[in-house]
């Protein structure tokens, strides 16, 4: 059975988890930004001690890449890589905001079928990452650094109402108050848990990323030098 270990730290949530088979086996999680690398590394011992696996009988690691928190990538990926260099093993990317909304999808009995999913994660000041997805969770508006204005997602709103939610979210609550279309979901964070079926895939797929090059998905240099985004349209 495949064992994969499960590593999130892109926000304030420090999270890894283990797969073995199809199953999560078991889960170490805190929210506490100041945590990351003092944590990280215990919680992958903590979470392969509980399943009686040694990190040299992992079939592969998965990592969030991001967009996210800049120090928070570096140490999750950063130490993704280190286990993977020790121990000869394959490392799979996952990105932050598609394992956040597939954690997410069908997981509220309020949302419709044809609803869509924004996550959303805090990228300081007035700026958010953020995309949407359908129930799906095909893309249907790209990744971005954007800040969110009244005529954000209009053409979507139209004829779907979102969900948003992640640490994000609050940043657009106000700004759509009177949009009968958006809907929030409150207290939701990325969760290794939520990188469980994207993981899978990829391991399933042979989709590894080379380990020696691999760097977290920024998205900052996308916008760098042009402090006036526009909004998601």
């Known amino acids: ?15 890894v988890g ?23 590394t215990i919680f992958s011992q903590r979470v392969m001690q509980q399943a009686g696996i040694a990190f040299s009988q992992l079939d592969a690691v998965a990592v969030s890449k991001g967009p996210g928190s800049y120090t928070g990538l570096r140490i999750g990926v950063s130490t993704a890589k280190g286990f993977c260099f020790a121990h000869d093993l394959p490392l799979i990317g996952i990105e932050t905001l598609y394992a956040l909304a597939a954690g997410i999808a069908g997981s509220d ?23 949407v997805f359908d129930q799906n969770l095909n893309q249907v508006l790209p990744t971005e650094a954007v800040i969110i204005d009244e005529n954000s997602f209009a053409e979507l709103f139209a004829n779907n109402k979102i969900w948003f939610f992640g640490d994000g979210a609050a940043k657009c609550r106000q700004t759509f ?57």
Do not use: W
Request: proline share 4%.
């Open 1 to 15: 059975m495949r064992k994969i270990l499960l590593i999130e730290t892109a926000t304030n949530a420090c999270s």
């Open 18 to 40: 283990l797969i073995v088979g199809n199953q999560l086996v078991a889960l170490e999680e805190s929210f506490d930004q100041r945590s990351h690398a003092e944590m990280i």
């Open 109 to 131: 009995s309020r949302m419709e079928t044809h609803d869509m999913l924004c996550p959303m994660i805090d990228a300081r000041r007035m700026e958010v990452y953020a995309a």
């Open 177 to 233: 108050a009177n949009q009968p279309n958006a809907a929030f979901l409150e207290n939701v964070n990325p969760s290794a848990s939520f990188m469980k079926t994207a993981a899978i895939e990829a391991f399933e797929a042979g989709k590894f990323e080379d380990v020696a090059y691999f760097e977290p998905f920024y998205l900052k240099d996308f916008v760098a030098g042009n402090p006036r985004v526009k909004g998601l349209r």
